[in-house]
Structures are given as structure tokens and as C-alpha cells.
């Protein structure tokens, strides 16, 4: 017992150590990853449903040709940003932003996001919700760059019932 004692305590030394570097890559590469595919048309899953929501918020002014090379530039931009970890407090405003925009279409297009709001979402609902992750990964990510991560004794942490 008192080997895989030391087993775990190794592993969770090694997560402590590399965890938040780890997410910080891992956000980067699926905004990067998500962001290039926007470059070219019709490959990414999210570009009608995004191409209208800017139409939206633009209030026409961004058209639908430009709509997706100014997304992906600025998914991409994110994506360097989180994997390179240069400019990360600049980096997690251009996510929030980007995010604020991202979860504009459950409000505006309920019935393409959801088949019962709020309760049952459609695929592209459950692509959108799902950024509720990445939103709450650049808090701890901005908090860990900025050592404002402290780690409480754990005597001292509430029990979740």
C-alpha cells in the first residue's frame, strides 16, 4: 500500500507542476486549431451559425465575406497567444470578447440551438455550451500567470456534499 502511496503522490506532484502549463497549451491548440479552419470556406462546422451571429452584432456592417477571415484571425490570434503564453492577460480579453460573441447565438437563435430551451441543446447549442470550459480554463490560466493562485492547506478546503 505504501508504494502506490508513493506512486500517487508522484503523479499528483508531476500534475501540480505541469496541469495549468498543460491547459494553457491545450486551449491554445483548440483555438488555433478552430481559428485556421475558418480561413477556408466550408470547412468549419461553425461558420454559418457565426458568419450570421456577426452579421447580428455588426449590425450588417461586418458582410459575410469578411465575417470569417476577421474570426479566424482573432480565434488564431487567441491560439498563439495561450500556446506561445506571451501576452496572456491580453490574450484572455480577446477570448472574453470573442466568447461574448460565441454565445450570442443561444439568445438570437434559440430554436438553432436549442430543440427545448434551455434544457435539451442541438448540436450547435452543445458546441457553444461547451465553451463554458475554456471561459472558466482562461480564469485559472490568467490567475496561475499572474501568481494570484494560492493553494490552500487541505485541512482548510470546504467538503463538497
Known amino acids: 500500500m505504501d508504494k502506490f502511496k508513493k506512486i500517487e503522490e508522484r503523479i499528483i506532484s508531476w500534475m501540480a507542476v505541469n496541469g495549468i502549463y498543460m491547459l494553457r497549451i491545450s486551449v491554445g491548440i483548440i483555438f488555433f486549431w478552430f481559428g485556421f479552419q475558418k480561413f477556408f470556406p466550408g470547412i468549419s462546422s461553425a461558420e454559418d451559425i457565426a458568419t450570421r451571429t ?9 458582410q ?17 497567444g495561450f500556446i506561445t503564453g506571451k501576452y ?23 430554436d438553432e440551438t436549442f ?8 448540436i450547435e447549442g452543445q458546441y ?4 463554458i470550459i475554456l471561459i472558466t ?4 490560466i490568467l490567475a496561475w500567470d499572474q501568481g494570484r493562485i494560492i493553494a490552500k492547506d487541505k485541512n482548510d478546503r470546504k ?3
Do not use: C, H
Not at 54 to 62: A, R
Not at 64 to 80: C, N, R, V
Not at 115 to 122: A, F, S, W
Open 54 to 62: 456577426i452579421d447580428v452584432l455588426s449590425f450588417g456592417i461586418v
Open 64 to 80: 459575410a465575406p469578411y465575417s470569417m477571415p476577421i474570426l479566424a484571425t482573432w480565434e488564431s490570434l487567441i491560439g498563439l
Open 88 to 110: 496572456l492577460r491580453t490574450t484572455v480579453i480577446l477570448l472574453y470578447l470573442q466568447m461574448a460573441g460565441t454565445i450570442f447565438p443561444l439568445f438570437v437563435f434559440p
Open 115 to 122: 430543440y427545448m430551451v434551455p434544457l435539451v441543446p442541438t
Open 128 to 131: 457553444i455550451l461547451k465553451n
Open 137 to 140: 480554463a482562461a480564469m485559472v
Open 159 to 161: 467538503k463538497v456534499a
